[in-house]
């Protein structure tokens, strides 16, 4: 997994596998991706040269179970050994990774407090780049967040059903009525799964389809749609929805989202930029792609895989679909722009560029009432991981709402 994400630039969740021994295999993968900077560090300073390849892959484990996931030294060890052993390439290893693994145990605790974890684990690119959107204070306490795993947040298709299902689960019911699960159960296995009656989502993430106000009956686009946790909302409410997204592979998930929740969407497969419904929505919703730099706290190998060179180009793309969706939506109609960014490149800065190109559009602010209190800024919703700290943070996300002039 660890290579995957770190030598081919892929993703943790695309490795094969399930059952017990892949979760366990993914959860010390994605702790091992959170603490990669003061793993390194302390590996660093047992070894005059740090192995590359699978060896260092053995260590970095190795180092993550020994000082952050309190695996007793002797099974720690043992099996770093065991796995070195097993394998052509790393068998020669297996001595300096014995030996290294016992200094970690016998030090490493002791070390890893003098550490700077907000400095060493955030890689230098993304802490730069929030250090100049937000400041030193605000990256410091983003770099902290994600440092823990989130919890599993749950949107209700009734809202009028989440006490009791609250209860069920001991779950919290979160400012903005999102449930937030305790621990990271199977959710499957939950109540009202198979019924429907519910569907994963972040809290922050089920934020912008409620900023339409009523939508029943109404003709609404989703743009972007899949895997649509926003299209059940919006179905949810009332609203008649066409969901588009470019990949078909997608839109099968979707399809099972909402058969299961008993909802219906009509399903597009298409490039925005070249789709031509015909008509106009008196809704349009654009969760447009973005580096999801928001989502690094589920995510912790995607700053990893990514250097932040493209994000001019994600940004350009941005403005281009933008302007599609505007032209989407009906005189007097509502578009909603969001992004699950934490960069003002990617929300923020395109709101007057947008209003230039578009003068027949005009902010829509979103009122900084309760629940959203703390989380709006200047009529817009921004979101970022070190919100809620003692409910466990939330993903990074920026909002903006306008109303098309009749």
Avoid at 60 to 74: D, I, M, N, Q, Y
Avoid at 150 to 178: F, K, M, N, R, Y
Avoid at 185 to 206: N, T
């Amino acid at each position: 997994m660890l290579g995957r994400v770190l030598d081919d630039g892929g993703l943790l969740e695309e490795v094969d596998g399930t059952g017990p021994e892949r979760a366990s295999a993914r959860g010390l993968a994605d702790l091992t991706l959170r603490r990669l900077g003061q793993i390194d560090d302390l590996i660093s300073r047992f070894v005059e040269r740090t192995p590359k390849g699978s060896a260092q892959g053995i260590l970095r484990l190795l180092t993550a179970e020994l000082v952050f996931a309190g695996t007793p030294p002797h099974a720690a060890v043992d099996t770093a050994v065991r796995l070195a052993r097993s394998h052509k390439k790393t068998s020669r290893m297996a001595g300096l990774i014995n030996a290294v693994g016992r200094k970690i145990a016998a030090q490493g605790g002791e070390i890893a407090g003098t550490q700077d974890p907000t400095r060493l684990n955030m890689p230098g690119w993304l802490a730069k780049r929030l250090v100049k959107d937000w400041g030193s204070e605000v990256q410091q306490a983003i770099a902290n967040a994600h440092l823990s795993q989130p919890p599993h947040d749950l949107t209700l298709a009734q809202s009028g059903d989440i006490t009791a299902l609250a209860h069920e689960t001991g779950g919290t019911i979160v400012p903005t009525g999102s449930l937030r699960l305790p621990g990271r159960p199977q959710i499957s296995a939950l109540p009202g799964y198979d019924q429907g009656a519910w569907w994963v989502q972040d809290a922050a993430a089920a934020i912008p389809a409620t900023l339409f106000g009523d939508l029943a009956g109404k003709s609404v686009a989703d743009l972007c749609a899949a895997p649509g946790g926003k299209t059940l909302q919006l179905a949810a409410a009332g609203a008649a929805v066409t969901a588009l997204d470019l990949s078909a592979d997608r839109h099968v998930r979707l399809r099972q989202n909402l058969s299961r929740c008993g909802l219906t969407a009509d399903c597009v497969t298409a490039d925005l930029m070249d789709w031509n419904p015909g008509r106009q929505f008196e809704a349009v919703l654009l969760d447009a792609p973005c580096s999801a730099s928001g989502t690094i706290r589920r995510h912790p190998d995607l700053p990893h895989r990514t250097d932040g060179r493209k994000l001019a180009e994600i940004a350009g793309m941005q403005a281009e679909m933008l302007d599609r969706s505007a032209r989407l939506t009906a005189p007097g109609g509502t578009l909603i722009f969001c992004t699950c960014s934490l960069f003002r490149a990617e929300g923020e800065d395109h709101v007057a560029p947008f209003l230039d190109r578009n003068p027949d559009f005009a902010v829509l602010p979103i009122a900084a009432d309760a629940p959203l209190n703390g989380l709006i800024t200047d009529g817009f919703l921004r979101t970022r991981p070190d919100n809620w700290p003692d409910l466990g943070g939330l993903d990074g996300f920026f909002t903006a709402r306008f109303i098309r002039r009749l």
